[in-house]
């Protein structure tokens, strides 16, 4: 008697699991210039979404569920692909060759010395004027399944943007049932370099579509220490504890808390946060970097990293002059960044984590977006 029965659960969970996740290729319309731009739509059994665009490698929507089980839009971005060149913000992007700055707009490598676009005042930010946000990636592989998955794949050929070698890289995403987002980056090199890839994505955990700000959502930040920066946001060099400053995240904090607090001069410096964390634990091994929660939404996002830092970065050059997909006007705090990646300026900096790729290295970043509720 009871065997048909477990049979018959067996295939209603084996047929929900074949449908679980899911990855559908779709049009995402054409640039500016008539270049068309693909989206890859995954999904999973527990009403969560992501899209990824070719434009960028970007991660263009995602969508997770709240405590009473309502999904929503959760990341910053445009509804057309053509805004994401006339109106550049990151939102989402995959940032490439080298993420954040570098001071001045040069380094050097084995004596000899590269020159950058200088984007950013006096430093070159996020690889320059046409960075790996900025070129159609190509898509490699689209897999359902759970995870189900997409890799898109761009060759940045040899002194592009500056930067020596050519230099082939990767990007995967990966949506489990477990409400997990996995971005993975690899990246190989002819001919020594530095790189430094990771996603922008721009969260709100209240949701994209609605009107309230990050400044009431918890952080942890699992890290004893950041990278102080000068007034062009180019570390000093130091290490610093965060005990006793606005930078301690250590245990869950409002961000409005301590985001105006202008006696300190690096708040000041970043108008709010836009710094690099050292996150505790060997770098190379995925370990928990940070936890946002939102108290109205319930929703709470873990990030997971294999970077030995995470940029923490409030939002403060949103100015109200970008619209997002859902009609939104984004403004100062409207969303938070938080970049796992070498250190800023590392190729400049001695004692920093290192930025060089070698032939016959693999380059990697991996970070985990684990989702749930309170
Ligand atoms: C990073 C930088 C910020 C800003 C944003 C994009 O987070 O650290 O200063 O450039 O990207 O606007």
Redesign the pocket.
């Known amino acids: 008697m009871k065997q048909p029965i477990l049979l018959g659960l067996a295939v209603l969970v084996m047929t929900q699991s074949a449908i679980a996740a899911d990855a559908k290729r779709v049009s995402f319309g054409d640039l500016a210039d008539g270049r068309k731009i693909e989206a890859v739509e995954l999904t999973n059994a527990n009403g969560m979404s992501a899209r990824i665009i070719t434009l960028g490698a970007s991660l263009q929507a995602l969508s997770v569920p709240d405590k009473q089980g309502k999904s929503a839009d959760i990341v910053l971005g445009y509804k057309t692909a053509a805004e994401y060149l006339s109106k550049p913000?990151?939102f989402g992007v995959s940032?490439g060759r080298y993420?954040?700055?570098i001071a001045k707009g040069t380094f050097t490598l084995d004596g000899k010395s590269y020159t950058l676009a200088k984007n950013?005042g006096p430093n070159s930010?996020?690889g320059g004027t046409k960075g790996f946000d900025k070129v159609i990636w190509q898509i490699d592989s689209v897999k359902g399944g759970s995870p189900a998955s997409v890799v898109l794949s761009y060759t940045s050929p040899d002194g592009e943007e500056g930067y020596p070698g050519t230099l082939k890289a990767t990007a995967t995403y990966s949506l489990s049932d477990k409400n997990e987002l996995t971005i993975d980056y690899k990246a190989t090199t002819d001919k020594p370099t530095i790189v430094n890839i990771t996603n922008?994505s721009y969260f709100n955990l209240a949701g994209e579509a609605g009107a309230s700000d990050i400044l009431g959502h918890k952080l942890t930040l699992v890290a004893d220490a950041f990278t102080p920066v000068d007034a062009t946001?180019i570390p000093t060099g130091e290490k610093k504890p965060v005990a006793g400053t606005p930078f301690d995240f250590r245990k869950p904090t409002v961000i409005g808390a301590r985001v105006r607090d202008g006696r300190d001069e690096q708040i000041r410096f970043?108008r709010g946060y836009?710094?690099n964390y050292v996150i505790n634990g060997a770098d190379g091994t995925l370990r928990l970097a940070a936890r946002v929660e939102d108290p109205s939404t319930g929703r709470v996002m873990e990030l997971l990293t294999t970077a030995p830092g995470v940029?923490f970065?409030s939002g403060?050059?949103?100015d109200g002059t970008s619209m997002g997909k859902s009609g939104r006007i984004y403004r100062q705090g409207d969303a938070l960044?938080l970049?796992p990646q070498v250190f800023?300026d590392a190729p400049n900096q001695k004692g920093f984590p290192t930025a060089r790729l070698d032939p016959g290295k693999t380059y990697s970043n991996t970070m985990v977006l684990r989702f749930s509720t309170n």
Do not use: I, K, S, T
Request: aromatic share 14%; with cysteine.
């Open positions: 913000q990151y940032v993420a954040n700055r950013d930010l996020h922008h946001l970043g836009d710094h940029q970065y403060n050059f949103l960044c970049e800023p």
